[in-house]
């Protein structure tokens, strides 16, 4: 099974439900202590894994093993950054930090993978 760009705006939108949801929560109880969490699972999630299923979507050619590889990478990554971020800004640096640290690192790998295929990509 091949990993289409539907799948990766499939997950964009869970994020982007997921952010709006701890942006509500946080707006309602008053409390903007999670704004760090909210503002990574946006972009991370919502904003950067749509983007690389929209290039993706407009170069056909460049979906196969990496885009799934891309996949994979992009979306463990963002949710063990939020998870850790979560933590750490609910008061327990100790606990998140791990978590963070190897979402950010996924999330890099992600972005590297979707380098490679941007410049194998042919117009």
Request: net charge positive; aromatic share 12%; no cysteine.
């Amino acid at each position: 099974m091949s990993i289409t760009p539907a799948w990766f705006f499939r997950a964009s939108v869970i994020y982007a439900l997921i952010a709006m949801a701890l942006g509500i929560h946080m707006a309602a109880s008053g409390n903007h202590g999670q704004l760090t969490t909210h503002a990574h699972i946006n972009l991370v999630g919502w904003v950067t894994i749509f983007l690389y299923g929209a290039f993706l979507k407009m170069h056909p050619a460049s979906n196969g093993r990496l885009s799934s590889l891309l996949w994979l990478l992009a979306n463990a990554g963002v949710i063990l950054m939020a998870i850790g971020i979560y933590i750490v800004y609910a008061g327990n640096p100790e606990t998140g930090d791990p978590f963070a640290i190897v979402g950010s690192l996924l999330t890099i790998l992600a972005m590297a993978v979707f380098a490679v295929i941007v410049y194998r990509a042919r117009d």
